[in-house]
T-cell receptor, first 111, second 114 residues
Framework: QKEVEQNSGPLSVPEGAIASLNCTYSDRGSQSFFWYRQYSGKSPELIMFIYSNGDKEDGRFTAQLNKASQYVSLLIRDSQPSDSATYLCAVTRGIFNKFYFGSGTKLNVKP | GAGVSQSPRYKVTKRGQDVALRCDPISGHVSLYWYRQALGQGPEFLTYFNYEAQQDKSGLPNDRFSAERPEGSISTLTIQRTEQRDSAMYRC????????????FGPGTRLTVT
């Protein structure tokens, strides 16, 4: 079983819609949760992190964490074509906060 | 300010040669990580440094891979006797002090072993 599971997509949404990206993790001891965006041929860039249950909002982005269900999601409101990228979910575990990345979900926002 | 830098950006080497990949983290970042990323996959952990101490090297695939960070800043990932299966994007990330360890990635080094 993979540490972090994501649907590879592609997830296609029209411009202006809400994009919902999901991630599950296997270890209940996971401590912090991150979303990275990776454009094709580029390096991952940090979008948001969350470490307690509930929602965390930052501009058009909302991260949601449900530790009981071992589930993290990222909502992107008013999706723009520039949001088209692969979104990587990452969790940390252990005393050195070792990162485990999912394989990413490809998002296409259609104009 | 300047981000994480890596050099070289591209490296082509013949099978059996040694290669050294360099990472220069963001100033003030004490934690440094090396990852390998295959096409269509997320970054795969290789090793982690806190200052100059290598705290975790559990992701290094075998003993041909080693890393160092002697002065707690620049780090070098060395692959000895390269094999074709070592071809990949190698990424470095650094984190500022603090409990969350949010990571900032460098541009990566694309290694091709022929």
């Amino acid at each position: 079983q993979k540490e972090v599971e994501q649907n590879s997509g592609p997830l296609s949404v029209p411009e202006g819609a809400i994009a919902s990206l999901n991630c599950t993790y296997s270890d209940r001891g996971s401590q912090s949760f991150f979303w990275y965006r990776q454009y094709s041929g580029k390096s991952p860039e940090l979008i948001m992190f969350i470490y307690s249950n509930g929602d965390k909002e930052d501009g058009r982005f909302t991260a949601q964490l449900n530790k009981a269900s071992q589930y993290v999601s990222l909502l992107i409101r008013d999706s723009q074509p520039s949001d088209s990228a692969t979104y990587l979910c990452a969790v940390t575990r252990g005393i050195f906060n070792k990162f485990y990345f999912g394989s990413g979900t490809k998002l296409n926002v259609k104009p | 300010g300047a981000g994480v830098s890596q050099s070289p950006r591209y490296k082509v080497t013949k099978r059996g040669q040694d290669v050294a990949l360099r990472c220069d983290p963001i100033s003030g970042h004490v934690s440094l990580y090396w990852y390998r990323q295959a096409l269509g996959q997320g970054p795969e952990f290789l090793t982690y440094f806190n200052y100059e101490a290598q705290q975790d090297k559990s992701g290094l695939p075998n003993d041909r891979f080693s890393a160092e960070r002697p002065e707690g800043s620049i780090s070098t990932l060395t692959i000895q006797r390269t094999e074709q299966r070592d071809s990949a994007m190698y990424r470095c990330a650094s984190s500022p002090p603090g409990p969350l360890d949010e990571q900032y990635f460098g541009p990566g080094t694309r290694l091709t072993v022929t």
